[in-house]
């Protein structure tokens, strides 16, 4: 079974560029999440999504971040402009439907603002 | 609102003897648990989960976990510590519903001597 793909790994951007993670759940999976985890601190939900329907997008701020999820499969997450505390790495995660099932985990992009 | 508390930032054990790393959450009604496991450079990945049942859980790589409902804790435990487990360690709490979101710990680092 393929993993979470996500892409670029690694990203560097100066402070008010945009910048834009994509990722790749596993196959099946309707629920996706987008983490953001600072380094020294555990990772953060940004947004979760059932098929193309956002669940929860409570504590991403929307004034500069964006995500989709377009026929429920791919995901993209956005950042319009980048602020240098957005340097975290971004993790992207998937499951099934259902509560009771752990997450698979991308391997995550790690975003360097200047 | 739930959360999870991992009390020790750093754990270091000598190889062979046991192991515990720490964890404690509050959540409303029966909670969900997890344990991921960290390894440089690479994404989250589960190790066990609590649903429901015996209160001792077994998981990946020889660990297993504790629920201790009236503690409200999760602890990570494992009867001989090898090297290569030498990772960070995240605890997760979920919401016991077909939707709920994980909150994670900020982890705790594992460090097993030779």
């Known amino acids: 079974e393929a993993g979470v793909a996500q892409s670029p790994r690694y990203k560097i951007i100066e402070k008010r560029q945009s910048v834009a993670f994509w990722c790749n759940p596993i196959?099946?999976?309707?629920?996706l999440y987008w983490y953001q985890q600072i380094l020294g601190q555990g990772p953060k939900l940004l947004i979760q999504?059932?098929?193309?329907?956002?669940?929860?997008d409570s504590q991403l701020p929307k004034d500069r971040f964006s995500a989709e999820r377009l026929k429920g499969v791919d995901s993209t997450l956005k950042i319009q402009p980048a602020k240098l505390e957005d340097s975290a790495v971004y993790l992207c995660?998937?499951?099934?439907?259902?509560?009771?099932?752990?997450?698979?985990f991308g391997s995550g992009t790690r975003l360097t603002v200047v | 609102a739930q959360s999870v508390a991992q009390p020790e930032d750093q754990v270091n054990v000598a190889e062979g003897n046991p192991l515990t790393v720490k964890c404690t959450y509050s959540?409303?009604?029966?909670?969900?648990l997890f344990w991921y496991v960290q390894y440089p450079n690479r994404g989250l990945q589960f190790l066990l989960k609590?649903?429901?049942?015996?209160?001792l859980v077994k998981g990946s790589y020889g660990f297993e976990a504790e629920f201790n409902k009236s503690q409200t804790s999760f602890h990570l435990k494992k009867p001989s510590a090898l090297v290569s487990d030498s990772a960070l360690y995240f605890c997760a709490v979920r919401e016991n519903t077909n939707a709920g979101k994980s909150t994670f710990g900020d982890g705790t680092t594992l460090t097993v001597k030779p």
């Open positions: 196959s099946g999976h309707a629920t």
């Open positions: 959540v409303s009604g029966n909670p969900y």
């Open positions: 995660a998937s499951s099934p439907s259902g509560g009771a099932t752990g997450y698979t």
């Open positions: 999504f059932q098929n193309n329907g956002v669940v929860d």
């Open positions: 609590y649903i429901t049942g015996d209160n």
